[in-house]
């Protein structure tokens, strides 16, 4: 079993900053890919951020300049800097990852979700 457990969500102010942190654990053989995406109430969950095992980084232009994706590959986690937020920024932010299991079994796995509301 591959668990990604999110932290760091909440409510906070336009302008503000907020960090997203997501931990990975369990049967992990490799992580490739991590990223983060959101969905906001009646709208398709959307990209936000991926950054692959070699560092490649990519943004939605939505975010871009104001937000920042990292990862420490020692402790299994990813991290989104939130800057600058904006009011339509608010939605559920979900950690994936693309992980290859101890069975050497690769696919996409999920965080439970973590609530970003950022108020005007």
């Known amino acids: 079993q591959v668990q990604l457990v999110e932290s760091g969500g909440g409510l906070v102010q336009a302008g503000g900053s907020l960090r997203l942190s997501c931990a990975a654990s369990?049967?992990?053989?490799?992580?490739?890919?991590m990223g983060w995406y959101r969905q906001a109430p009646g709208k398709q969950r959307e990209l936000v951020a991926t950054i692959s095992s070699g560092g490649a980084i990519n943004y939605a232009d939505a975010v871009k300049g104001r937000f920042t994706i990292s990862r420490d590959n020692a402790k299994n986690t990813v991290y989104l800097q939130m800057n600058s937020v904006k009011p339509e920024d608010t939605a559920v932010y979900y950690c994936n990852g693309r992980i290859r299991n101890r069975n050497l079994y690769t696919g996409d796995y999920w965080g439970q979700g973590t609530q970003v509301t950022v108020s005007s």
């Open positions: 369990g049967s992990i053989f490799t992580i490739n890919s």
